[in-house]
């Protein structure tokens, strides 16, 4: 989909999934899960050298409810990993995860009784990123294939069948803002 | 130095010290499981040697019959620039010693993980709670009979 028939004819036709996906995969707000020292290479990829801000990720946010992708970077023991588990289940559909290095991977090299060897045994994760810790540019290369992997997603079809999108039974609109 | 610490505790406490060891100027006190309290609180508050400071405290499984656990204390004094290390021995049926957070508050974290990881309990301790495994977690993993990657299921994991 590119801009130039825009300039001739106005107008463009195409489908609404690819519309939505691109303005998915082009602005995906990390959640900086960052656990122990993949996180310093996290930080680098933010940094200016990296930039990840060239491929529309810059925005890390704090809160979950803000976020997009969750990149699990660190060492996740038993303990966290049910905080790990609560922030995940915080974060509004659509959501995906990057499980960078070896330790969030694997348990790394940490194969001993306090580490979840591997956070697919307890979420689901979309890319998984080798190293430790991995370079930025791996990290990068991770964000890039998930932004594949978001093109050819079903978004509207998905909305339609219902499929993912979890409404929870209760307090949907509780709380919303009533501000004055 | 070292001959002036065990003489002014031996002065005090002529049965309490069972054992003393030197290596490269580093004294290693053995002191009889009860006494510890009494001892260190002396250790402290004399003026002379003055350890104010308890710069670690942790656990040994020595993995034997008699005598299973260690508690080692590292002492130091501001004061004299001097480094003192006691131990005392544990039984294995009867993990229970009294605790030195009443001497030194800095103690307190030190005693908690040791308990966690030995299951040594402190009597008297004002918050003998597990320090880095959940609270409901029921083994002591620094034990020599615990194997490395854990009990299965111990540890549950949140629902995929
Ligand atoms: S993979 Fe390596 S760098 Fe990353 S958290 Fe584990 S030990 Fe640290």
Redesign the interface.
Known sequence: MGLGSLQHDGFMTTRLDKVINWARKNSLWPMPMGISCCAIEMMATAGPRFDISRFGSEVMRFTPRQCDVMIVAGTVT??M??VV??IYDQMPEPKWVISMGACASSGGMF????V?QGID????VDVFVAGCPPRPENLLRALLELQKKIEKERTIGKLVHGERIHIPETGATEGASTSA | MNQEIIQRLKAQFPDSIEESDEFRDDLTLRVKTEDIVKVCNFLKNDHELAFDMIVDLCGVDMYRPEGRFEVVYNLYSLKKKKYLRLKILVDEDNPIVDTVSVVWSGANWHERETYDMYGIKFKGHPDLRRM???EDFEYF?LRKD??????PDS??????
């Open positions: 038993y303990k990993a049910k588990r609560k194969r001993s009784y306090p979840v045994l307890f979420m689901p | 880095y495994m959940p993993p615990f194997p490395l990657m854990g009990i540890l549950p994991l949140p629902r995929k």
